[in-house]
Nanobody, 123 residues
């Protein structure tokens, strides 16, 4: 079955960087778009970025587009999110997902989510 294991989160100061990683299994990774979502307590999960199976990328929000970079390594069944100049509003639990499509930003309808990785940004 599908398994997604996120890692790389942590506690950082404003302006610092983190690189999140996600290792996927249970499906043909190279055939699917992959994406990143984030969620804070009490809020709906929101799409952050997506990458097509061939490496094209989509960012959901100008703030993210200016500071984050999504990438993938099909040989390692892995997707990454490089996050630069982190701000307090980036504090959230981050999840990767096998996307229905790279432009489909809805978090609804997915049967499985990994455990996520926590990112905390403080001053």
């Amino acid at each position: 079955q599908v398994q997604l294991v996120e890692s790389g989160g942590g506690s950082v100061q404003i302006g610092e960087s983190l690189k999140l990683s996600c290792v996927a299994s249970g499906f043909t990774f190279s055939s699917d778009a992959m994406g990143w979502f984030r969620q804070t307590p009490g809020q709906e999960r929101e799409a952050v970025a997506a990458i097509t199976r061939t490496g094209g990328f989509v960012y959901f929000g100008q703030s993210v587009a200016d500071r984050f970079a999504v990438s993938r390594d099909n040989a390692k069944n892995s997707v990454y999110l490089q996050m630069n100049n982190l701000q307090p509003e980036d504090t959230a639990t981050y999840y990767c997902q096998r996307m229905r499509g790279p432009y489909d930003r809805s978090p609804l309808g997915y049967a499985y989510w990994g455990q996520g990785t926590q990112v905390t940004v403080s001053s």
